[in-house]
């Protein structure tokens, strides 16, 4: 279901005596609770299910060889004999730490007893950004007492919560929820200071009006999480992209699925209010970037609103066909009339 309104808003001109409606045109899919743009807090800490409780084993330490943490790497780099090839280790000023392979996806990284280690793929490539908790590929090993000594391993992770992204009727614009955190050791249960700050960025690709944000986070697990809300009236491209970044991690494009929308537009601007005049309304099924959507099949538009009356909506349908549909609307009061267009 994908449901859209318009808001106008009339006013007297006392020199001219004439209501003005003033359309500003808003789209949306599924209403929810508003929150300003780029929110962030430490948020609650949530019981875990089995499945959480089973995150990040695919990176583990196995017994040192001469001195050096050994790590299995085979769910970052996938399985193979070139493991070793495909991964890099660097102190966190980027500085190169000496990697080597052991066999087949276990790498051996020299790493000081006082030295903090990224280890990562050397290439990325995007992934579909889905609902629910996304690990960065990269970890970070945390100093230890000594080569031998067992090293903490920290990973950072994302959590969407509206995915797909939808219009949201309550901002008039489309809203990314989530939240991002650190895990110690790959499990989100063990909490407790890091040791150092996490800094964690949000960066998008393709939206022009999405805010870049940035979070400090000073816990492990999920009382450390801190939430974002990212807000975007709509995307410059097809495919757009969210980067997430982290200095104890590496990062990670996202592919954004952004839903279509209904849009509402007036044919001309303004209109005389009480009743006194009507204007034609275009109905059409956009993507997030603009274009036109072409629909399977014939689907019935609904239209609803506070202060106003439609002719022609009970044959309101668009289609692959008929792609745009119209219909007149006059405002019987004066102030805001919202307009409610559900498909």
């Not at 990325?124 to 080569?147: D, E, N, R, T």
């Not at 044919?267 to 204007?279: F, Q, S």
């Amino acid at each position: 279901m994908v449901v859209t309104h318009v808001d106008s808003r009339t006013f007297l001109s006392s020199a001219a005596c004439l209501w003005v409606a003033v359309f500003a045109c808003a789209l949306s899919c599924h209403a929810q609770e508003a929150s300003p743009a780029g929110a962030s807090r430490v948020r609650p800490a949530r019981e875990l299910s089995p499945a959480l409780r089973e995150l990040r084993t695919d990176v583990v330490r196995t017994p040192d060889v001469a001195g050096r943490v050994v790590l299995d790497v085979r769910k970052i780099v996938g399985s193979g004999e070139a493991a070793a090839d495909r991964i890099v280790a660097t102190d966190l000023a980027g500085n190169a730490v000496p990697l080597d392979a052991v066999a087949g996806s276990r790498v051996a990284v020299a790493a000081r007893p006082e030295q903090w280690v990224i280890v990562r793929p050397a290439s990325i490539a995007p992934q579909a950004m889905q609902k629910g908790v996304q690990w960065l590929p990269g970890i970070c090993l945390a100093p230890g007492a000594s080569p031998e000594a067992a090293k903490e391993v920290f990973s950072s992770y994302a959590d969407f919560a509206t995915v797909p992204v939808a219009w949201d009727t309550a901002i008039d614009a489309y809203r990314l929820e989530g939240a991002v955190g650190v895990a110690r050791n790959g499990d989100l249960a063990q909490g407790g200071a890091i040791g150092r700050t996490a800094t964690v960025k949000l960066q998008f690709n393709g939206v022009s009006d999405a805010t870049p944000t940035e979070f400090a986070v000073e816990d492990a697990g999920l009382g450390g999480e801190r939430s974002f809300s990212s807000v975007f009236r709509g995307t410059d491209v097809p495919k757009p992209m969210l980067v997430v970044r982290s200095t104890l991690g590496g990062e990670q494009p996202y592919v954004l699925e952004v839903q279509p929308r209904v849009e509402l537009t007036p044919r001309r601007n303004p209109m005389l209010g009480l009743g006194l005049d009507e204007i034609v309304v275009t109905v059409e099924c956009v993507e997030a970037h603009g274009a036109l959507v072409a629909l399977p099949g014939p689907s019935p538009v609904t239209l609803r609103s506070s202060s106003g009356r439609e002719e022609g909506a009970e044959r309101l349908a668009l289609s692959a066909a008929e792609p745009r549909a119209e219909f007149r609307f006059r405002s019987t009061w004066l102030g805001p009339a919202r307009v409610v267009a559900t498909t």
